[in-house]
């Protein structure tokens, strides 16, 4: 199968890449395979479990779902660039403090989203967070601490 | 030694301690196996089949082969003779039929989703487009899927064993001594409560994929996998393709979950090792989510024919158990070992006088059956839970009377169980009473009686379910008694080093349970260091030279006693140096935090001075080695035997078959804790996986043994949307069989939720004329067999496996 590359540029993580890519390879496969950011993983190929999810121009998105080319233009933030001078997010922060993870599979996807959840909604209900969180899944933990550590971070939002 | 910290003490043990694991996690900085590489990786792509039974009479991999960055296809042919035949460690009896299990099949495919061919790409890109040039034409046979077909032999899945039947494996009380003749006790009873209780496939459903990276340049092969297995997959492996041992490692990065789904040697694994060594460069296979869903083993798929007898007044005489365990189409490393493990677990926390059971492997044309989260254990608690709701039903008691009328009192521990397990420790009276005290019974109960008066279209529903399991797998001779291939003890080495930091080596190899943070609480209260002076190395057969490796609650009850083992054996090395150094006798030395000091005196010295001492060199005790450090292996004695109590309330919509969870209360009781934060994450994602059995998760093939539920579209992992928040506690029995008091926790959440939850369904609709109803509960179940009840048919689910009506 021969395909024309294309040209994309994007900021991902706050640094700037151009690269030549085919049309059909998928941004999460662009940003763990040719850059190296292996910290978005992949769970499954029915956008269903969320492991991929990064933030495009601070929305979230799931990675798998969307071809490296059609984030061409756009900024890229992916779990591996939200802590900022050394400091964890507090969304990181939270889903440690409450132990809302476990083998961490889901993670990255889980602390992407729900930092865009927080972004639009900085006060969630619980209930608010479950349903915010419907498209993650996580085989661990059961949830609970990961809505618990959602609440926290929202409360910490607060105080800043 | 400090076991609790209840006062102001340093003891790490009991300390909520946040996890050392999840810096690396939460940053992105992970160590999974598909996040690696090696220069010049080639990746794999497996042709699968898409039907279940049939000959491959046309095998056509050319154009695959000419397709650009195709490097080689491999065909079960090819293959033939350096594949050898998948293990299955645990024959349960000496004339168990076993079909040999090729990595890639050679001429017939005996399961949808099994491998065919090989392509070996430059770029998964590459491997993928070349799948689709692999010509296949398979000649269709009669499929067996359904298992009581199975059981009749009317098709088979192996023409050539004559039988659908692996093996009939058999507990008698009345033979082995531990009881009486059940047959005898069904006769002689007031009651007796027959059942057929359906356990439905279901996929452990790990979030991280499989994957695996071989590395074959120098002269060993270096296998990462995501597995739970490192030190059985290397020692398998080696066996199965007669590679020296000692020239394979085998890495268990960070892995991405597993619960039992990655306790297996795979075709996958056995499949990149040959492909590395046929190319000699490093290769890579990562499957897709499909893949896994059908070809990664899954669990449970039992048939449960159940009789239980007891008196009026609600004491049980005798449990006959003759079940139909789906093996599929081959023998998994430990399938057939499982409902042999239940076969101890069906008498529960009760004392049941006569006791027989049966279990017979069937093959069916699926992808084989193997552990998944309990292994065994909750398919038993689920039986006998449902059977003691039934039989209080029948008698018109209260479920909790009759069962506190029938378990082990507090007082008659250590006990002797039925099926010939020695309990060493319980306390279900206590677990029981908290767990009804902060569930509301008794007001729960009185708005399920209102809501019944009115004729509430949502009734209420209360779901019971008491439990023990044994963890803690096992010891060794009680393996070797049931004819499994291995033992059950653990290894770990602790090494103090010149700095005083201590490393801890440990056969285990977690997956997410936390024990790089477990494991050194463990060890700083021992050997009285900081715990962020202990490092643990695990998953690395290099590393950690010996192991059993993590499955069955194993992990702290028997890997962390190894840890105490060695970390003991290091004191006392130390003890002796400690005494030349302060020029005093050894038996004037005593260690407490951290330091050895002479009795009476103010005399001491650090752990870590007596490391750097050990470690120069320059003057020990005559006939003591340099350095510090001391490996031990640990057995058990006995199992460990946690329990627990679980009651939760949830609403049935009776017009719509919704069932919403409205309240879940646990209290387990799992020996001394640790660590709480770990083990409230043990217990919550327990709970959500043993809640997903009764009410979501099933996998469905159809009449021609496709995969229907074949993506997370259609089998329904939960999200965070469909699980309530949970109130869990604990009561504390050490487990007196090892000096920690550690029961083990993984599975605990597991089997007791699937139980307490069909319970309860069946408890808001059983005035209804419901008697049982089919796992998972999802609406259209629940609305039929309400529905069914009214109407005057059969109250019994339709005995098809269909594909969930719910979905469209
Ligand atoms: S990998 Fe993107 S949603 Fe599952
Ligand atoms: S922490 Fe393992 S899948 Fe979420």
């Not at chain 1, 476990?102 to 990255?108: A, D, I, L, N």
């Not at chain 2, 297996?264 to 000699?280: H, N």
């Not at chain 2, 001391?630 to 057995?635: G, K, L, N, P, R």
């Amino acid at each position: 199968m021969t395909t024309t590359k294309q040209t994309v540029t994007m900021t991902v993580d706050g640094a700037q890449y151009s690269d030549d890519v085919e049309p059909r390879l998928l941004l999460v496969q662009y940003l763990r395979e040719r850059l190296g950011k292996t910290g978005t993983t992949v769970g499954c190929d029915t956008t269903n479990c969320g492991a991929c999810t990064v933030l495009l121009d601070g929305e979230s998105v799931k990675s798998c779902t969307m071809f490296a080319v059609q984030a061409d233009g756009h900024e890229v933030v992916t779990v591996e660039g939200l802590a900022q001078n050394g400091e964890l997010h507090p969304v990181q922060q939270a889903f440690h403090e409450h132990a809302a993870l476990q083998c961490g599979y889901c993670t990255s996807g889980m602390i992407m989203q729900s930092v865009s959840l927080l972004n639009e909604n900085p006060h969630p209900s619980q209930e608010e967070i479950r349903s915010g969180l419907e498209g993650n899944l996580c085989r661990c933990t059961g949830y609970q601490s990961i809505v618990e550590a959602v609440s926290a971070a929202a409360g910490e939002g607060d105080t800043q | 030694m400090s076991v609790t910290s209840d006062s102001e003490t340093t003891a790490e043990i009991g300390r909520r301690r946040l996890r050392k694991e999840d810096a690396r996690l939460i940053t992105g900085r992970n160590h999974y196996t598909d996040s690696m590489s090696r220069v010049g990786m080639l990746t794999l792509g497996m042709v699968r089949s898409p039907v279940a039974h049939a000959k491959i009479t046309r095998l056509d991999v050319s154009a695959a082969k000419a397709s650009p960055g195709v490097v080689d296809v491999l065909t079960g042919p090819d293959l033939a003779d350096s594949q050898g035949s998948l293990p299955n460690a645990w024959p349960v009896t000496p004339d168990q039929k076993a079909p040999a299990h090729p990595a890639v099949a050679i001429d017939e495919v005996v399961f949808a989703g099994e491998i065919v061919a090989v392509v070996i790409a430059r770029t998964a890109a590459q491997a993928r487009d070349a799948i689709e040039l692999v010509d296949v034409d398979y000649d269709d046979l009669p499929v067996v899927v359904d298992l009581e077909a199975a059981e009749r032999d009317e098709e088979l899945v192996h023409p050539d064993l004559g039988t659908n039947t692996s093996s009939v494996w058999v507990f008698d009380s009345a033979s082995a001594g531990t009881g009486g003749d059940v047959q005898q006790a069904i006769a002689d009873s007031d009651v007796v409560i027959e059942r057929t209780l359906y356990q439905q496939r279901l996929i452990p459903s790990f979030m991280e994929p499989r994957s695996i990276l071989v590395d074959p340049t120098g002269d060993r092969i270096e296998m990462w996998s995501a597995t739970q297995i490192p030190h059985i997959l290397r020692t398998m492996l080696s066996m199965t393709l007669g590679i020296p041992e000692g020239k394979l490692r085998v890495t268990a990065p960070d892995v991405g979950g597993g619960f039992g789904g990655k306790l297996e040697v795979t075709p996958e694994e056995v499949i990149t090792v040959l492909a590395a060594q046929r190319t000699g460069k490093p290769c890579k296979y990562t499957e897709t989510r499909s893949e896994s869903l059908m070809g990664a083993h899954h669990g449970r798929a039992q048939v449960q024919r159940l009789k239980l007898s007891a008196n009026k007044d609600g004491t049980v005489t005798g449990l006959d158990v003759r079940l139909l365990a789906d093996m599929g189409a081959y023998l998994g490393l430990v399938g057939p070992g499982i409902p042999v493990l239940g076969a101890f677990m069906y008498n529960a926390i009760y004392k049941f006088p006569a006791y027989r059971f049966e279990s017979k492997a069937l093959f069916t044309d699926k992808v084989w059956t193997d552990a998944y989260r309990g292994a065994g254990r909750p398919e038993a608690t689920f039986a006998i839970e449902r059977m003691m709701d039934e039989l209080a039903a029948e008698l018109g008691m209260d479920p909790l009377e009759v069962r506190r009328k029938n378990w082990i009192k507090h007082d008659e521990f250590p006990f002797s169980t039925i099926s010939g397990l020695e309990y060493d420790s319980g306390n279900y009276e206590a677990a029981t009473d908290k767990a009804l005290e902060l569930f509301g019974y008794e007001e729960l109960r009185a708005e399920q009686q209102r809501r019944r008066e009115s004729n509430d279209p949502v009734q209420l529903g209360i779901g019971v379910s008491t439990y023990t399991e044994m963890c803690g797998l096992a010891p060794s001779r009680v393996l070797g008694s049931l004819d499994y291939g291995a033992g059950g003890w653990e290894y770990a080495q602790v090494r103090v080093l010149p700095t005083g930091h201590v490393e801890v080596v440990t056969g285990i190899s977690p997956h997410g349970q936390g024990h790089e943070t477990g494991f050194s609480q463990i060890v700083a209260d021992r050997l009285g260091v900081p715990f962020d002076n202990v490092e643990i190395l695990h998953g690395d057969t290099q590393v950690a030279q010996r192991g059993l490796d993590t499955y069955g609650s194993r992990s702290l009850t028997v890997g962390g006693m190894a840890v105490v083992a060695a970390a003991d054996k290091v004191i006392a090395k130390a003890k002796v140096i400690a005494a030349h150094m302060l020029e005093a006798s050894e038996d004037d030395i005593e260690f407490e935090s951290g330091r050895f000091g002479v009795r009476g005196t103010d005399q001491g010295v650090a752990l870590g001075d007596v490391a750097l001492a050990a470690f120069a060199a320059h003057d020990l005790p005559d006939g003591i080695e340099a350095s510090l450090d001391s490996d031990a292996t640990f057995d058990p004695e006995n199992f460990s035997f946690p329990h627990g109590s679980h009651l939760c309330a949830m609403e049935v919509d009776t017009e719509t078959g919704q069932v919403t969870l409205r309240k879940y209360v646990c209290v387990d009781d799992i020996g001394t804790i640790i660590n709480p934060l770990l083990v409230e994450g043990q217990v919550q994602g327990g709970l959500a996986q043993g809640i997903a059995q009764a009410l979501f998760e099933e996998a469905v093939y159809d009449d021609a043994g496709t995969l229907v539920s074949g993506s997370f579209v259609d089998y329904l992992v939960p999200s965070a949307a469909d699980l309530p928040s949970f109130i869990t506690d604990t009561t504390t029995t050490p487990a007196t069989s090892n000096v920690l008091g550690v029961k083990g926790v993984g599975e605990a959440g597991t089997i007791a939720s699937t139980p307490a939850i069909v319970n309860g369904v069946l408890d808001a609709i059983r005035h209804l004329g419901v008697k049982d109803v089919r796992m998972p509960c999802s609406p259209s179940t629940v609305w039929a067999a309400i529905h069914d009840a009214g109407s005057g048919a059969t109250a019994e689910a339709p005995n098809v496996q269909t594909a969930r009506g719910d979905q469209s």
